[in-house]
Structures are given as structure tokens and as C-alpha cells.
């Protein structure tokens, strides 16, 4: 393919020499003639092991160039990727006006052109910066219709310095957000000869995957920081304790424990975190990460108890109360203070749990809830259809298949459904009800 890169810096020099040494005709653009001046002459602008010789081998060959002249990269390629500067701004923020400028330009270019290209942004971006700068960049300056002239596209890149060669040849994944599938066949075909799977989703979506992963490798440098502080403290070998940690590949590096739902709770999660708190704040170590952990986490039940509130419902039914299914263990379950909030905020509680019945509580488990929610026993119903038949707000609290099915039976127009655990959403999609018969409001989708 015609190939031009807007933006000669460490993902746009790496880009241009890999797609060269992959066969495609590459021109590569940067405002600063310097860059221009040493790729023509077959030198790298950058240091990175092996982009020298790559870079040298393409221009060598004839498929990699580099220009100042936006029109005439414009008028090259039917790839145009954008691979500009997102620096951060004193506040915080992105600055993307190196983005919206290349987008100014590349628009003002394409209003001499007929044939179909695809903007493709391959710089770092929030959501949303597409369509409130990027597009508007492009067709005001072209005159023409993203999705019909033209075709935009986000396609983050996820190499590192230092191994970014490798990392650009052999990634986990090729990720495409694109508004239509033209688009995105071009990007596929573009990448088509690396051994990697093409995964596709919308615009926003792939920018905020990618914040998504510099949020969790930065978290998890943190975090085994933090324990490596705690551990020298105590005379422990973090090295050690993290070595087998990472032996652990079904709950610790997996992908359990990463989908977006309510609190955590139980009686470890919180009871363990708060004694190694204690123990950091005995032995004088900070640990703010860990420190933010249950602050975050009870946030959310008042953030989601605050959703359940909004639309001044006055009955309530939560199918669930137990920290998890499968368990009659209530101790320090978020959803027991979901009940407590909703209860002292005077609304009319109904709860169905299974494995809850106050007859067979027994131990400290019996005296949490008596003492947490002294009414416990007026909330508790006998079955999934005395809730739904008494609330007109009703919470899908655990992930129970035969929950999900009585439910579908149950529910009707007049109830609104706030759903804690996707899959109800995903069951519900296959199932023979439509979505229409009730409202439904998932907490984080
Ligand atoms: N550096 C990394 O390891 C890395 C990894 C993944 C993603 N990213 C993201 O990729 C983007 C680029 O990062 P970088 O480190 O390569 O940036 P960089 O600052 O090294 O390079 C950006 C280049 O863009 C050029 N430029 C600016 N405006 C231009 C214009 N109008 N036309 C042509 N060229 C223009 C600059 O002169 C510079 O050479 C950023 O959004 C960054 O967050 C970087």
C-alpha cells in the first residue's frame, strides 16, 4: 500500500521504517526539516535499537521517503497516519493542537483529491477528540463527508522505547476504532502481514483501551513497588513474594477481577487490606495506592446508590445481598450498604437471596446483619416474584442464570432495571424478551 506518516517523531519514524521493510511505499512528513533532511539521507532522527538500518534499508530501496509537503504526502498515500505529539499540558490535560492542525492540513489537502483515504490517528487521545477536533478539523477544511469521502479512523499504538521495532512487528493485538467497515478494511490490509489478531471496535472505544492499559502497567509498577516497600520493612524479599504471586495465573495475572461491576466486600478483601494499612502505617511505610483502594471502592456504593435514587423511585427490590452468590457470608457485603443507604434514605426495601434465610444465620454472620440492618428480617422475601411485584426499581445484584430467567418472566413497562453484572444485559439479548417490556440501566455500560 501507499503509505504517508504525519509526524517523524518515536511512533511515526518506527512506523514508517517497519511498514517500508514490510514492502509498502512509505512518505514520511514533519514540520521540522532537520527530521526530513536525515531520513532522506538514510539516518534514523532517533535513537532505537535496529530503526537505523531499517531506515537505511527502506530509503536505500527506494520505499521510504520523507517530505515537508502535506499536499504531496496527501496526494501519495491512501494511508494517511497520524502519529503527531500529544504532550501534556501544566493542568494535566492533552494538548492536541498538534492534532488538530495536521487535521487542518490533511483537510485542506483532500479538497483536491477524488480518490477514497483514511485518516488514520494513531496518537494518543481521549475520547471524544475525534469528533470534536479531528472531524471537524477535516471537513471544514475539505468540503467533504467523513464515512462517505473520506474515511477516519483511531488505530493507538502500543509499542515501548527500546524495544519498539519488536513491539511494532509483534504486537498483542491491532487495534481499529472505526465509524464503518471501509475504513477498517483499509487499516487491515495495511497491517495484514503482521502475525497479530485485528481487533475492531468504535472510535472511542480503542482510545480508551489504550489509556486503559497505561493506567493498569503504571497501577501495576506501583503496585509491586508498594508491596516491595512494605515487604523490606518487614524483612520479607518482595522479589520472592512477587515471583510466586505471578505464579498465580488464574486469579493474579489473568483476567479475572477486571470487568467493570459493583464494590468489592466480603470478609478478606477489606478485612486484609485494612490490616496491612495498619501494618505500613505502624512501620512508617506510605503506601497511597493501597491506602486508595477502600475510599474507591466505597465510593462506588454511594455513587451507585445515588443512580438507584435518581429518578425518585420509592420501592426498591435487590435480587442478591450476599457479597457474592453461592454464599450465605454478608459480612462487609456492599451490598448490605447499598441496603443500609437506600433504607436510610426512605425508600421501600425488598431483597431476594437464596442462600439468605435469617432462620439458618448463624454466628458473627447473624449478629453483622442484625446489627447492621436491625429491620433485616421485614426486607427479606420469599422469592424472586414478591420483590419484582412489590419494587418498581430493581437491582440485579449476582449473576445467577435462574435469577436472569424468573426475571424476564416478571418484569414489565413499568419497571426499571439497574443491572450490576452484564451478563444479565448479554442473556437478555438472546433471550425471547425484548429489551422494551422494562427500562434498563447497567452501571458502567
Ligand atoms: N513514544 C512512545 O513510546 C509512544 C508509544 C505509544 C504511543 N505514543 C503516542 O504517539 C504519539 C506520538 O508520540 P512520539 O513520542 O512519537 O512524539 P514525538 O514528539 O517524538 O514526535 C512527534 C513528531 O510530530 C511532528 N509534528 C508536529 N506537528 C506536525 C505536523 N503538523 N505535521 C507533521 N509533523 C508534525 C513533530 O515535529 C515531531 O517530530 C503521542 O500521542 C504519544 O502519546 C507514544
Redesign the pocket.
Known amino acids: 500500500m501507499k503509505v504517508s506518516v ?7 519514524c518506527v512506523s514508517a521504517a517497519c511498514f517500508a521493510a514490510q514492502g509498502h511505499e512509505v512518505l514520511g ?4 526539516p532537520d ?1 526530513v533532511a536525515a531520513l532522506n539521507a538514510g539516518r534514523s532522527p ?1 535513537i532505537e535499537p535496529g530503526l537505523e538500518e531499517l531506515v537505511r534499508t527502506g530509503v536505500a530501496e527506494g520505499r521510504l521517503a520523507a517530505t515537508q509537503d ?1 499536499e504531496k504526502a496527501v496526494a501519495h498515500a491512501d494511508a494517511l497516519l497520524i ?4 504532550p501534556s499540558m501544566p493542568n494535566g490535560n492533552l494538548d492536541v493542537t ?1 492534532v488538530e ?2 487535521g487542518a ?1 490533511i483537510g485542506q489537502a483532500l479538497r483536491d483529491v477524488d480518490d477514497y483515504k483514511v485518516v488514520i490517528l ?4 481521549l475520547p471524544g477528540t475525534v469528533k470534536d477536533l479531528l472531524l471537524p478539523a477535516l471537513t471544514k477544511r475539505s468540503g467533504k463527508e467523513a464515512g462517505v469521502d473520506f474515511g477516519v479512523v483511531t488505530n ?6 527500546g524495544s ?1 521495532i519488536k513491539d511494532f512487528l509483534d504486537p498483542s493485538f491491532t487495534l481499529v476504532g472505526a465509524m464503518e467497515s471501509r475504513s477498517a478494511d483499509v487499516v487491515e490490509q495495511l497491517y495484514e502481514s503482521l502475525d497479530a489478531p485485528i481487533v475492531k471496535t468504535d472510535l472511542d472505544t480503542a482510545c480508551m483501551v489504550k489509556y486503559a492499559s497505561n493506567a493498569f502497567h503504571a497501577l501495576k509498577v506501583t503496585f509491586a513497588n508498594e508491596i516491595g516497600r512494605l515487604s523490606k520493612k518487614v524483612g520479607v524479599d518482595s522479589t520472592e513474594v512477587m515471583d510466586i504471586f505471578c505464579k498465580d495465573t488464574r486469579l493474579n495475572i489473568s483476567s479475572r477481577y477486571l470487568r467493570p461491576g459493583f464494590a468489592f466486600g466480603g470478609s478478606c478483601l477489606p478485612k486484609d487490606l485494612r490490616a496491612m494499612l495498619y501494618l505500613g502505617r505502624h512501620k512508617d511505610v506510605s503506601l497511597p495506592v493501597l491506602e486508595a483502594i477502600l475510599p474507591s471502592n466505597e465510593q462506588q456504593v454511594r455513587d451507585i446508590a445515588t443512580l438507584v435514587m435518581r429518578d425518585d423511585y420509592k420501592r426498591v427490590g435487590l435480587i442478591g445481598l450476599s457479597f457474592k452468590p453461592n454464599t450465605d457470608d454478608l459480612r462487609e457485603s456492599p451490598i448490605v450498604e447499598l441496603v443500609e443507604i437506600l433504607s436510610g434514605k426512605g425508600m421501600e426495601v425488598r431483597i431476594f437471596d437464596e442462600n439468605v434465610q435469617l432462620s439458618r444465620l448463624i454466628g458473627g454472620n447473624k449478629a453483622f446483619i442484625e446489627r447492621v440492618v436491625p429491620h433485616i428480617s421485614n426486607l427479606l422475601c420469599d422469592s424472586i416474584a414478591d420483590v419484582v411485584n412489590n419494587s418498581e426499581v430493581i437491582v440485579v445484584a449476582h449473576d445467577v442464570e435462574e435469577h436472569h430467567r424468573q426475571l424476564l418472566d416478571l418484569l414489565t413497562p413499568d419497571h426499571m432495571v439497574i443491572d450490576f453484572v452484564k451478563t444479565f444485559s448479554e442473556r437478555d439479548g438472546s433471550s425471547m424478551v425484548p429489551k422494551s417490556t422494562y427500562r434498563y440501566e447497567g452501571i458502567y455500560w
Open positions: 504525519f509526524g517523524l517523531g518515536y511512533v511515526g512528513v514533519d514540520i521540522n527530521k532517533i502535506v502519529c503527531v505529539g500529544t498538534y492542525r495536521v492540513q494513531r496518537s494518543t487521545v493507538p499504538e502500543f509499542l515501548r522505547e519498539a
